[in-house]
């Protein structure tokens, strides 16, 4: 009698189990620059509009534009995430809400943005889930 060539139900599952964690699994893109107005939030806002023209979900976690107008233009469209506040020393501050980004289930494929140069007073508040986000 002949072999069955149908494949194995096992290698399947493990298979489709592979390229479902593949396409879960996010990825970093880091925009470094040598000081202050280089470009790196304008860089970094250019390629949240082409993400978000390929259908890409996009979340603007905190901004810094320092006044230019061509990279407020940049966040034309795009969703900007509330910041918390909180208060240290007697003064209001404030940050990106990193519980609130956590607890945010985007879709697989997102393209979240956080710009500013000076992102590590995050330390200040000690949130849960982030000590310092470096701009």
Same mark, same amino acid.
Request: hydrophobic share 40%.
């Given at each position: 009698?002949? =072999?069955?060539?149908?494949?194995?139900?096992?290698?399947l599952l493990a298979s489709i189990k592979k390229e479902t964690d593949a396409?879960? =699994?996010? /990825?970093?893109?880091?925009?470094?620059? *040598?000081?202050?107005?280089?470009?790196?939030?304008?860089?970094?806002?250019?390629?949240?509009?082409?993400k978000t023209k390929q259908g890409v979900e996009v979340v603007v976690g905190?901004?810094?534009?320092?006044?230019r107008k061509e990279t407020e233009a940049l966040l034309e469209g795009l969703?900007?995430?509330? =910041?918390?506040?909180?208060?240290?020393?007697?003064?209001?501050?404030?940050? *990106?809400?990193?519980?609130?980004?956590?607890?945010?289930?985007?879709?697989?494929?997102?393209?979240?943005? /956080?710009?500013?140069?000076?992102?590590?007073?995050?330390?200040? /508040?000690?949130?849960? /889930?982030?000590? =310092?986000?470096?701009?």
């Open positions: 009698m002949a =072999r069955d060539a149908r494949p194995d139900p096992d290698a396409a879960r =699994r996010g /990825r970093l893109k880091v925009f470094f620059g *040598m000081c202050p107005g280089v470009g790196k939030t304008y860089a970094m806002l250019q390629a949240a509009q082409q905190v901004v810094e534009t320092h006044g969703a900007i995430s509330p =910041r918390a506040q909180f208060e240290y020393k007697g003064t209001v501050l404030e940050e *990106m809400d990193c519980d609130a980004l956590v607890l945010w289930q985007p879709p697989a494929e997102t393209f979240a943005v /956080r710009t500013g140069e000076k992102g590590a007073r995050a330390a200040l /508040r000690q949130a849960s /889930r982030c000590r =310092r986000w470096l701009g």
